[in-house]
């Protein structure tokens, strides 16, 4: 599945921009200030250059290079190759210990254009108005096993990079998109998080087994959102399906309920405008806003309910587990101030309940004003981590998600501490020893939580890239802009016309993240992904 566009799971196949911590290469410019040359004399000699080539190539190039930069392996090894020309499907007839669910309603819900489908899900009511949701994740491990070369490419990058200029997928195509992908039609085998959920939204039951699956319909996120407000009318492949438009109603209600007591609990409400380029042909448009749905919001409740049975089921088997944390944002202050200065009191103690209850009320009061509200709150309340927790110990919970039990384990074929748990589990099932040692998991919670970060980076300085392209004809334009990021190592902007993210090169005295702020764009670098802005003061 390729990632949806949260903040807490990072599960979209859309540019992600994020907040720069700063870090630039030997070929950074280091000028300050007041030797940043006069933005007359910048535009003047921009207008005498050729003009600027959006092209895809030039991207793609761009997107190897800072693969490698971060240590990020942008190709597969001969061997991995070799082992994925040699590879067939596993069978997915059920048998000892596989439960035959293929008659099921499964669909997969995505992007239009995913073929790595990880997830499937079918919902059925039961007589007392609670309802059991069934999530089927691709069983990735049977056909990737350990120490094969296709697991050693796996290990090595952590996660599938998605840049504005290709994918860099974990796993070969012809597993993630093909023989490990729960396609349309296709007969899979899966691991099944069965969860029963009361009509308030609590969780009543769960277990986890292996079992055949079959996907009867390719759904895409924008068409069933539609549909599901009323929107459109229902699209033709839920249409074609007997019992599917039905079905997924009730997923609905059931997501929506689970995200209600969520909410209730202290899970945080956000909105941030993600960025998706958009090409023609080889040249590149536009990056544009790619907004959260009811469809995309009805696969988080999921997979966020499914990933805390998971972290809990390996726990009560005396497993260790990689658990997904978010610690308490270190920068609760700023928040606290965000707050008053919107005449809204928070806590001096950072408190999930309180920030929710204050975003649920700001989203209602100011609606159009909200994104950017979220956006600032997402970077001050930092990055997850992976951590291992043993037996008998606990670790930190997710302050955004509001849950104490959580890992990550609904999407194999791009993540690798996915796969990792899918493995832990298929052992836990059939009561066979751990499959790793707890020094090797501690490792690989520490290289995953690296890799992921260096992903990221590659994802950022490529939407750069790409945004910097868009705006080389721009210089000495104005924008209206937010602050995302103020450290000592620099003070950051993001725009909305192309949606990117620029450092503040001049004037960024007193600002911190929330201000708003207007800019003037004084310089690019598609090369480096610099984009440099400058305060505009009113006179």
């Known amino acids: 599945m390729a990632r949806l566009a949260c903040h807490a799971l990072s599960q979209s196949p859309t540019i992600h921009v994020y907040n720069n911590d700063g870090k630039r290469n030997a070929q950074q410019r280091d000028y300050s200030d007041e030797q940043q040359p006069h933005h007359d004399i910048q535009a003047k000699l921009h207008e005498l250059s050729p003009p600027p080539q959006r092209d895809m190539n030039q991207l793609k190039t761009i997107a190897r290079r800072v693969m490698t930069e971060h240590d990020l392996l942008p190709d597969f090894s001969a061997a991995a190759i070799a082992e994925v020309n040699l590879a067939a499907a596993a069978p997915a007839a059920p048998g000892s210990g596989i439960r035959d669910l293929r008659k099921l309603l499964w669909a997969s819900i995505d992007n239009d254009n995913s073929r790595d489908l990880d997830q499937l899900s079918v919902a059925e009511a039961l007589p007392d108005g609670s309802v059991k949701i069934f999530v089927a994740v691709a069983d990735v491990d049977a056909l990737v096993k350990r120490h094969s070369a296709v697991d050693d490419h796996a290990q090595t990058n952590t996660t599938s990079v998605y840049t504005a200029a290709a994918v860099f997928p974990m796993l070969p195509e012809r597993f993630s998109t093909d023989l490990t992908s729960l396609g349309e039609h296709e007969e899979r085998l899966a691991l099944v998080i069965e969860m029963t959920i009361t009509a308030d939204g609590a969780l009543a039951h769960s277990d986890v087994y292996r079992a055949a699956v079959q996907n009867h319909a390719k759904l895409a996120y924008n068409a069933l959102a539609a549909w599901l407000d009323g929107a459109q009318p229902t699209p033709p492949k839920v249409a074609a399906v007997p019992g599917l438009d039905e079905q997924l109603r009730l997923q609905d209600r059931t997501a929506q309920a689970l995200r209600k007591l969520r909410y209730q609990h202290g899970a945080l409400s956000l909105q941030t405008a993600e960025a998706e380029a958009v090409f023609d042909g080889e040249e590149l448009t536009d990056l544009i806003p790619d907004l959260a749905n009811r469809a995309k919001e009805l696969i988080e409740d999921f997979m966020v309910a499914a990933n805390g049975v998971t972290a809990r089921y390996l726990t009560d088997k005396g497993f260790p587990t990689l658990r997904r944390v978010l610690r308490s944002p270190e920068r609760w202050g700023r928040i606290v101030a965000l707050a008053q200065d919107l005449g809204k009191k928070l806590p001096p103690e950072p408190s999930g309940k309180e920030l929710g209850q204050f975003l649920d009320e700001r989203h209602r009061e100011a609606p159009t004003e909200f994104a950017d509200l979220s956006l600032a709150v997402v970077k001050l309340l930092g990055r997850g981590e992976y951590m291992l927790e043993l037996p008998g110990q606990k670790a930190a919970g ?10 990550h384990s609904t999407a194999p074929n791009r993540r690798f501490p996915d796969l990792v748990t899918q493995r832990l589990l298929k052992a836990a ?10 020094q090797e998991l501690l490792g690989l919670a520490k290289h995953c939580t690296e890799q992921e970060a260096n992903a990221t980076k590659v994802e950022r300085q490529v939407a750069k890239s790409a945004a910097a392209q868009l705006l080389a004809s721009r210089i000495g334009e104005q924008f ?10 620099g003070t950051w902007v993001r725009i909305l016309h192309p949606v990117t993210e620029g450092k503040i090169v001049s004037g960024s005295q007193g600002l911190d993240v929330g201000d708003k702020v207007r800019v003037e764009l004084v310089h690019t670098n598609v090369e480096r992904g610099f984009i440099d802005f400058a305060r505009v003061v009113a006179s």
């Open 398 to 407: 997710h302050f955004g998600l509001a849950v104490g039990d959580y890992t």
């Open 429 to 438: 099932i059939a009561n066979q020893p751990v499959p790793y040692s707890n």
């Open 480 to 489: 209206d802009g937010l602050v995302t990021g103020a450290s000592a190592k």
